[in-house]
């Protein structure tokens, strides 16, 4: 069965980074574009990079230009260096495939704050 657990969040300080992993399991991953998705308090859970198979990148326009997003197909693993993190990056951050399965990870937490 499709299995994502993410990891690497905790507390950083504005202008501070944090880098992201996401191991998958159970999915065809090297065939597959994979994401980063966050959910942030009183919000849906909202689009914040895209990988495609081929290594191709999508930003949603709040993160381009301070988050990066790559894969590993070897490790089956998708990462998000974060960088320059305002306090409004804070939220739960999930992975999933594109379109997305319908299994979710538990998420990683990522608290910026002073």
């Known amino acids: 069965q499709v299995q994502l657990v993410e990891s690497g969040g905790g507390l950083a300080q504005p202008g501070g980074s944090l880098r992201l992993s996401c191991a998958a399991s159970?999915?065809?991953?090297?065939?597959?574009?994979m994401a980063w998705y966050r959910q942030v308090p009183g919000k849906r859970r909202e689009f914040v990079a895209r990988?495609?198979?081929?290594?191709?990148?999508v930003y949603a326009y709040f993160v381009k230009g301070r988050f990066t997003i790559s894969r590993d197909n070897a490790q089956n693993t998708v990462y998000l260096q974060m960088n320059s993190l305002k306090p409004e990056d804070t939220g739960v951050y999930y992975c999933?495939?594109?379109?997305?399965?319908?299994?979710w990870g538990q998420g990683t937490q990522v608290t910026v704050s002073s």
């Open positions: 990988v495609s198979s081929g290594g191709s990148t």
């Open positions: 159970g999915i065809a991953f090297s065939a597959n574009d």
């Open positions: 999933n495939s594109v379109p997305a399965t319908g299994t």
